[in-house]
């Protein structure tokens, strides 16, 4: 039994349902909230009501954005016949530190996966393969993780890509160890996956 009132617990439930914060840490973020007074805990409610209800998949790309949109797609200074397939809005966020990549984007939102039951229509395969029928695209990068699911998922890329896109196809370069992701690996090496990515 909690000595916490039942709406501070709330807080912490909530707050360690979230990847990487456990339950100790939870309960010190929440403390914390509460002694920095109504402004932070306040600010914080506001950003957390309005991301929910403002931000959704930009209509081209599904990364994150608030228009139809974001900002990346909408960037006249990209390349648009770069295509940079992705797993998450995070990988997004890595690449883009690296300042070495100026193409487009498109975001899976996951990885098929049997074991899950994450099937092709539960990711953004679809669309994908609609942007390469459109014929714009000359390179496609794949940059999806060195998971085994990672693998399984541009390989079927490729297989439903076939006859559909006639551009080249390169991969990140090696660089990556087996099993990372990309946000959770430092800027140097995303940057050299990046610049001496290779043909697949």
Same mark, same amino acid.
């Given at each position: 039994m909690t000595s916490?009132?039942?709406a501070v617990t709330?807080?912490? !439930?909530?707050?360690?349902?979230?990847?990487?914060i456990g339950q100790r840490s939870a309960e010190r973020l929440t403390l914390r909230l509460l002694q920095t007074g109504d402004s932070l805990a306040l600010t914080l409610s506001q950003a957390l009501q309005d991301m929910t209800?403002?931000? *959704?998949?930009c209509q081209r790309c599904h990364h994150l954005c608030e228009g139809t949109l974001c900002s990346l797609c909408s960037d006249p200074g990209? !390349?648009? *016949?770069?295509l940079c397939v992705v797993e998450s809005p995070l990988d997004v966020l890595a690449l883009e530190r690296t300042h070495s990549y100026r193409g487009g984007y498109h975001v899976l939102h996951g990885t098929?996966?049997?074991?899950?039951?994450?099937?092709?229509? !539960?990711?953004r395969l679809a669309s994908l393969l609609e942007r390469l029928r459109e014929?714009?695209?000359?390179?496609?990068?794949?940059?999806?993780?060195?998971?085994t699911e990672s693998e399984a998922t541009a390989l079927y890329l490729l297989q439903e890509a076939e006859g559909i896109y006639t551009g080249s196809v390169t991969r990140l370069s090696r660089g990556?160890?087996?099993?990372?992701? &990309?946000?959770? &690996?430092?800027?140097?090496?995303?940057?050299r996956a990046m610049t001496e990515r290779r043909s697949w």
């Open positions: 916490l009132p039942p709330a807080v912490i !439930d909530a707050l360690s349902a979230l990847p990487g209800t403002q931000v *959704h998949e990209r !390349d648009q *016949h770069q098929l996966s049997p074991l899950r039951k994450v099937s092709p229509q !539960d990711i014929g714009e695209i000359t390179e496609l990068i794949l940059a999806t993780g060195a998971s990556i160890p087996s099993g990372m992701q &990309l946000d959770s &690996l430092d800027v140097g090496t995303v940057t």
